[in-house]
T-cell receptor, first 113, second 113 residues
């Protein structure tokens, strides 16, 4: 069974600072997703990482994937208040014919002025 | 931009009642999913559906749950006899192919009293 662990689960940071969220998973997978969720809202897709060494950047967020280490990171550069949200990584699990996403517990990010 | 839609946005029901949650996936998508998120917790996979059949289901998806694609556009999740612990946000998702990105709907908040 695939397990996905995120850390930290809670992150309070000041505007302008940098930080990294980590996502480890226990079984081989060839794709990983990062989602953002605002309180009471749905999941907004941020990044799709499809291969070892994949790196994607959008604004102040950069995600990377190391399939050999079974590790993905979401790096936040010069945080701003608008980035406050919960961030989930989700690993594609081919347990059966269709596959599904296994989510981490999420990292609740709070960016303070 | 096409999106997944869900109705209702909020459903309140009494324990033991049946509920049907509705989803309209993106029109050219062929793979459908239901996930749930208990308040403050991670997103959990319930069931995947393709070609009018369940492809996979989690252990959460017991005999009280069923899914259906009653017509060419809707995808429904039925809970036959709701329990207090069914209270959660239920997300529908769809993808054009099983290995491609899943797009999530806005969710239905189910409250069982």
């Amino acid at each position: 069974e695939l397990k996905v662990e995120q850390n930290p689960l809670f992150l309070s940071m000041q505007e302008g600072k940098n930080y990294t969220i980590y996502c480890n998973y226990s079984t081989t997978s060839d794709r990983l997703y990062w989602y953002r969720q605002d309180p009471g809202k749905s999941l907004e897709s941020l990044f799709v990482l499809l291969s070892n060494g994949a790196v994607k950047q959008e604004g102040r967020l950069m995600a990377s994937l190391d399939t050999k280490a079974r590790l993905s990171t979401l790096h936040i550069t010069a945080a701003v208040h608008d980035l406050s949200a919960t961030y989930f990584c989700a690993v594609f699990y081919r347990g059966g014919s269709q596959g599904n996403l296994i989510f981490g517990k999420g990292t609740k990010l709070s960016v303070k002025p | 931009e096409p999106e997944v839609t869900q109705t209702p946005s909020h459903q309140v029901t009494q324990m033991g009642q049946e509920v049907i949650l509705r989803c309209v996936p993106i029109s050219n998508h062929l793979y459908f999913y239901w996930y749930r998120q208990i308040l403050g917790q991670k997103v959990e996979f319930l069931v995947s559906f393709y070609n009018n059949e369940i492809s996979e289901k989690s252990e959460i998806f017991d005999d009280q749950f069923s899914v259906e694609r009653p017509d060419g556009s809707n995808f429904t999740l039925k809970i036959r006899s709701t329990k207090l612990e069914d209270s959660a946000m239920y997300f529908c998702a769809s993808s054009v192919d099983k290995i491609y990105e899943q797009y999530f709907g806005p969710g239905t908040r189910l409250t069982v009293t």
